[in-house]
């Protein structure tokens, strides 16, 4: 029962989307506009980066809030942070609330890293900008991130459950970033050069798309 009920808190609270709701106050829903993403990448093309910092922010801390209150309302699950946050993550990226179609999780895998250990999450966070800068894509990140700190968690705990549901949250999230490597193949996609070079940017993927 308790492991329900920790998936289920975790799960509710990855439902409460900062980019839906500021969309909505603004008049248009976020999932119509840009790539379609409920997410703080899309926000801040749309909305730009005051929006898309305040979505990231609220997405990086419903994840940890809800990983750490876990640990104080199920003591018995060793593993409480990562099944609670693994399933804000799931909360996030197919959302009840918003026909299952909401964001991609990279923020909340953040807030998820921070509850578990904030030093690694530094440590992640530095490798994981020099490798997104270096190749200039976001997607990269998530993909790699989830797929490092499932290592590096099953290397530190031994614990085999909160390893293969972290195992999974990486299959997830590479599932959807799919659309973003087919993008980067046809050159669509976005860089992260974008924060400062819109115009270019939106020049250079029209002309790939036509």
């Known amino acids: 029962m308790q492991l329900i009920l920790c998936s289920l808190m975790g799960y509710l609270f990855g439902n409460i989307n900062a980019a839906y709701i500021i969309s909505k106050l603004r008049g248009f829903d976020i999932r119509e506009r840009g790539s379609g993403n409920a997410g703080a990448s899309n926000v801040t093309m749309v909305m730009g980066k005051k929006a898309g910092l305040v979505t990231a922010l609220f997405d990086i801390f419903k994840a940890a809030f809800a990983s750490i209150l876990a640990v104080y309302l199920f003591p018995k699950i060793k593993f409480a942070k990562i099944l609670c946050g693994s399933a804000c993550i799931i909360g996030h990226i197919f959302p009840i609330l918003m026909n299952f179609h909401g964001g991609k999780g990279l923020a909340c895998l953040a807030g998820m890293l921070i509850a578990f250990d904030p030093q690694l999450f530094l440590l992640l966070l530095i490798f994981e900008a020099v490798l997104g800068l270096s190749m200039d894509y ?41 659309e973003n490597i087919h993008r980067i193949q046809d050159g669509t996609e976005a860089h992260i050069s974008f924060l400062w070079k819109k115009d270019k940017e939106i020049e250079r993927i029209k002309e790939h798309e036509h």
């Open 138 to 178: 976001i997607c990269v990140v998530p993909i790699t991130g989830s797929l490092i700190f499932t290592c590096i968690y099953a290397i530190l705990t031994g614990d085999p459950a909160g390893t293969m549901i972290l195992a999974v949250i990486s299959m997830i999230i590479l599932y959807k970033h799919i």
